[in-house]
């Protein structure tokens, strides 16, 4: 039995002091009556058992005046810290937390100077026994600050779901706080046109519509103010006499795949990307898999650009080439707010309609083979926690926005297959109660079911029979859909995305299992459903991690083999590095192109000026556009370069030079030292010891981490005074393998985890022939 140990190593440096700051902002909490001060350990330790996370340095209804602005709190239970601003900015907080007990004070730098008006704020953390989401209530404050208002528009006429004659005026209504520099139309994505203001305050354009024959069309209207603010207004549709609404096609039965930003943008804005998908979702050799032939192509706004508004006809020539080669293509959406699950809410269902919209009016705008043919809706509302606390009012919200949304298409005259991606357990709620929805009460998928032209189940577990399995958790869709004549509706997604290191167990993904296992529990769906009318057949998520998911892991891992290709990426188009706080440096970069797929961004990392883009100085690799370079010492400027790769492993050229350094802390840093994984036959261990980086002392601490490949289990643990931990996986039994360990997050009282100086940073076990 060999045991391999991967290793990769960077250099040190000393300095250190800072938190003086953020324990002046706890002292000033508590002296505020804005946190109670310590009550007795007992109450410490009840208090520990839950998540606890708070908005403490504003109420509901405080006035914030324009600039930066400090809004904080306190945490218990709780990590990874982020506030949320009216559900469009998301800002990671910094946490001051000396006793490595994740508890404590936090606080995230708001620019209230972007905006105007009401504003809401949430925390969001991750709960640090179960990885779950743990929320702090919201707290709603108010900005005077007219340089930031966003004109309010609406179209007054002609009457949305209307019929327009020959010619009709467009006439738009707007609301501002600033003097209105334009007001103007569009139709059917076309150029927009200056409106002009009449007596009565409204701005009217006179438009054609004969011109352009029996049809349906999209009218939107902006705003630009004088301080360069742009409104925008929901969509109007309307139709001249004659027009006929398109019905929508019928579903076919097979295999899907998701494809989320990351990898959608490099497809429509890097066309050589195509030819990698076009050969991977057409493979059937490697696996014996079913060809993928339903792509759901995420479109969000995503490095900032909006796809589908800013480069249309890129997305055009990439819809159009698709269905050149046979493939149906889906707009993938969420809730058009960030995070995108907000978007389930009544007060944000305008975000929601927009984001719809946006493929409605792509559709209406292009020619019929450079039309998506559907959209998958991926709103997600049971990450929200009133998901239960408020049962079952978001869930009705929820449906609400699912009905707002096909009320929008069916105004819009387009016959494109809209269908939710939806969880496993929506026929079971968690209070194990039905919901009245319409005067009707059902299970919430079964009412998502009536609403929409097809359900695509998130049911993933990594076994198709047994309970839970893949079969039984989809039963009940599967028998509604044939109940209520929806053939081919129900499509059951299983995931390949590695999950361990959310709340999520292992048993959620096939990543542990790797391909082969997957098609051949993915054939049992298959004969299960194969007679059943409803079954659409089966989706997989997603596209970036498919593409890397093995045979099996081991030393006999078969991968799917790219296409031949010799000729290296572009050099990215530019570099930033920015200081996050005493450890953490934030690394964006321009889109590299290349004639394939870019895999993947390499950072490299020196604390000289002319370090070397070499193996020794490799920080991490990145898919996106951004990198979080962390674990780093205080007070130390550090130097990046970056890279693209191709998947045929071809390194582009190196980029210019970026910089920025730490800042300070009175926390010393520790790192991992000689963590080794062996494997006995049943399952692995991992064994590593907890040190100084400065003394090379030992450091009691508690590890939280994860195993790996053919491992998913997540540890929690302590060390013993030496330092030393050693924990053990799950079961696996396997005559060859792959299984390694990943430290998450290492907490002790004074000190803070260095993970870049980890000694080796990564280890793992191999076994077998």
Do not use: C
Request: proline share 5%.
């Amino acid at each position: 039995m060999a045991i391999k140990l991967r290793t990769a190593r960077t250099g040190k440096s000393d300095e250190r002091v800072r938190r003086i700051a953020l324990l002046l902002f706890a002292v000033l909490l508590v002296l505020t009556g804005a946190v109670a001060p310590a009550q007795s350990a007992s109450a410490e330790q009840t208090a520990v058992q839950t998540p606890q996370l708070t908005i403490d340095t504003h109420t509901d209804g405080a006035s914030v005046a324009p600039g930066i602005v400090r809004i904080g709190g306190t945490y218990t239970n709780v990590y990874a810290i982020e506030l949320i601003v009216n559900a469009g900015k998301l800002l990671d907080a910094h946490l001051d937390d000396p006793d490595g007990d994740d508890s404590g004070v936090w606080y995230a730098e708001w620019n209230a100077a972007e905006y105007d008006g009401a504003v809401e704020l949430v925390a969001r953390g991750v709960d640090a026994a179960t990885r779950y989401a743990a929320w702090s209530e919201p707290v709603r404050v108010s900005v005077d600050n007219p340089r930031a208002n966003i004109p309010d528009v609406s179209i007054v006429s002609p009457a949305d779901g209307g019929t327009v004659g020959d010619s009709a005026d467009i006439r738009v209504a707007v609301s501002a706080r600033n003097r209105l520099k334009q007001v103007q139309v569009r139709v059917n994505g076309g150029p927009w046109r200056n409106a002009a203001q009449k007596q009565d305050g409204t701005y009217v354009v006179k438009w054609n519509f004969r011109s352009s024959g029996e049809r349906y069309f999209s009218i939107e209207a902006r705003a630009t103010d004088a301080e360069g603010n742009v409104g925008r207004s929901l969509s109007t549709y309307v139709r001249t006499a004659g027009a006929v609404p398109e019905p929508t096609p019928a579903r076919g039965r097979e295999r899907s795949m998701w494809i989320w930003e990351n990898a959608s943008y490099n497809l429509i804005l890097n066309p050589g990307s195509r030819h990698v998908l076009d050969v991977m979702a057409s493979d059937t050799a490697t696996f014996g898999q079913e060809p993928v032939r339903t792509l759901y192509l995420g479109i969000a706004a995503h490095e900032g650009i909006d796809i589908a508004e800013d480069e249309r006809q890129k997305l055009r020539d990439f819809v159009s080439w698709a269905h050149g080669r046979g493939y149906r293509v889906e707009a993938l959406i969420a809730g058009g707010t960030v995070p995108p699950f907000f978007g389930a809410y009544e007060r944000y269902r305008k975000e929601a309609l927009r984001e719809f919209e946006k493929v409605l009016n792509y559709n209406l705008s292009s020619a019929p083979d450079e039309r998506f043919d559907g959209v998958n809706v991926d709103t997600e509302p049971y990450i929200l926690a009133d998901f239960k606390t408020g049962y079952p009012r978001l869930q009705i919200e929820y449906l609400d926005m699912l009905a707002a949304l096909m009320e929008r298409k069916e105004a819009s005259g387009l016959g494109l297959s809209v269908g939710p991606a939806i969880p496993r357990w929506y026929d079971s709620s968690p209070t194990a109660e039905k919901i009245v929805w319409n005067g009707q009460e059902k299970w919430l998928s079964e009412h998502i079911q009536d609403i929409a032209d097809y359900i695509a189940i998130m049911d993933y577990r990594d076994q198709a029979e047994g309970s839970p399995g893949i079969i039984a958790q989809a039963q009940g869709e599967i028998d509604y859909a044939n109940a209520i004549g929806k053939p081919n509706s129900v499509v059951i997604g299983v995931e390949t995305k590695d999950i361990a290191d959310g709340g999520d167990p292992e048993t959620i993904s096939f990543r542990e299992e790797g391909r082969d296992y997957m098609e051949r529990e993915l054939d049992k769906v298959e004969a299960a459903f194969g007679d059943s009318p409803s079954f659409g057949g089966i989706a997989l998520h997603h596209y970036d991690t498919l593409r890397e998911l093995p045979s099996a892991w081991g030393p006999e891992a078969r991968f799917w083999q790219p296409p031949a290709d010799s000729k290296p990426p572009s050099r990215v188009g530019w570099l930033k590095a920015e200081a996050f706080d005493h450890q953490r440096i934030d690394i964006a970069y321009g889109r590299a192109k290349d004639n394939g797929e870019v895999k993947e961004y390499r950072i490299y990392r020196g604390t000289e000026p002319g370090f070397p883009a070499d193996e020794a100085h490799l920080a991490g690799t990145a898919r996106g556009l951004n990198f979080r370079d962390q674990g780093l010492l205080p007070g130390t400027t550090y130097y990046y370069k970056v890279s693209a790769v191709d998947m045929a492993g071809n390194e582009g050229p190196i980029s210019a030079r970026a910089s920025a350094s730490t800042g300070q802390t009175s926390l010393k840093p520790m790192i991992v030292q000689g963590m080794s994984v062996a494997y006995d036959g049943s399952r692995a261990t991992v064994t590593l010891r907890i040190v100084d980086l400065e003394t090379g002392e030992p450091v009691p601490a508690t590890v939280h981490g994860r195993f790996t490949f053919m491992g998913g289990r997540y540890i929690s643990a302590a060390t013993g005074a030496d330092g030393v931990l050693t924990a053990s996986s799950e079961a696996v039994s396997a005559v060859s393998g792959e299984i390694g360990f990943a430290p998450r997050r290492v907490m002790a009282a004074g000190y803070y985890w260095a993970g870049a100086y980890d000694d080796p940073r990564e280890a793992s076990a191999v076994w077998g022939p």
